[in-house]
T-cell receptor, first 114, second 112 residues
Framework: GAGVSQSPSNKVTEKGKDVELRCDPISGHTALYWYRQRLGQGLEFLIYFQGNSAPDKSGLPSDRFSAERTGESVSTLTIQRTQQEDSAVYLCASSRTVSGNTIYFGEGSWLTVV | QKEVEQNSGPLSVPEGAIASLNCTYS??????FFWYRQYSGKSPELIMSIYSNGDKEDGRFTAQLNKASQYVSLLIRDSQPSDSATYLC????????????FGRGTSLIVHP
């Protein structure tokens, strides 16, 4: 596709439910990143995938968060047993390579936990 | 110590003026620097990247990098109300991780 595509764009869920967020990177981009941005806050790194290498999960805030990516295609971020503090926009980004290359963001998935 | 720091602002400038946005970083070995603009409720969009010391110009935007002093700045000439947004500085720190670290952003308000 022309840009990074994320779905759903908006999600309202009840506390305790699981949610799944999807990201489709720009075609040909090998690196994929997930960030979280709470209202009025900065971007918080969550996880990074590069090709078939083991992902860098150092930013995941708890074991309720997990992500997968198949090859160099779609990634899914899963949040289990959602809590109110999980409410945020989840931004996916991709880049062509890792060596200093620019990352491009999708429009984000806005998650509200009630 | 935060790795990438920006003044949160808001920075208020009149239309037509030059807006100057600054960013400092703690890792002297950093090599890649980016400026993003984020409108309220939207995702960040790239303005420009810079990798070498000095100035890099793109239209009304100029990025300035000084690795010795560990700062990168963004100048916006002839500021317009449509430039009102939060400007995010991102740095790829040294150490083998290629993950951009973002500052908290500076809110810019351009008033007519």
């Amino acid at each position: 596709g022309a840009g990074v595509s994320q779905s759903p764009s908006n999600k309202v869920t009840e506390k305790g439910k699981d949610v799944e967020l999807r990201c489709d990177p720009i075609s040909g981009h090998t690196a994929l990143y997930w960030y979280r941005q709470r209202l009025g806050q900065g971007l918080e790194f969550l996880i990074y995938f590069q090709g078939n290498s083991a992902p860098d999960k150092s930013g995941l805030p708890s074991d309720r968060f997990s992500a997968e990516r198949t090859g160099e295609s779609v990634s899914t971020l899963t949040i289990q047993r959602t809590q109110q503090e999980d409410s945020a926009v989840y931004l996916c980004a991709s880049s062509r390579t890792v060596s200093g290359n620019t990352i491009y963001f999708g429009e984000g998935s806005w998650l509200t936990v009630v | 110590q935060k790795e990438v720091e920006q003044n949160s602002g808001p920075l208020s400038v009149p239309e037509g003026a030059i807006a100057s946005l600054n960013c400092t970083y703690s890792d002297r070995g950093s090599q890649s620097f980016f400026w993003y603009r984020q409108y309220s409720g939207k995702s960040p969009e790239l303005i420009m990247s810079i990798y070498s010391n000095g100035d890099k110009e793109d239209g009304r935007f100029t990025a300035q990098l000084n690795k010795a002093s560990q700062y990168v700045s963004l100048l916006i000439r002839d500021s317009q109300p449509s430039d009102s947004a939060t400007y995010l500085c991102a740095v790829i720190l040294s150490g083998g991780s290629y993950i951009p670290t973002f500052g908290r952003g500076t809110s810019l308000i351009v008033h007519p």
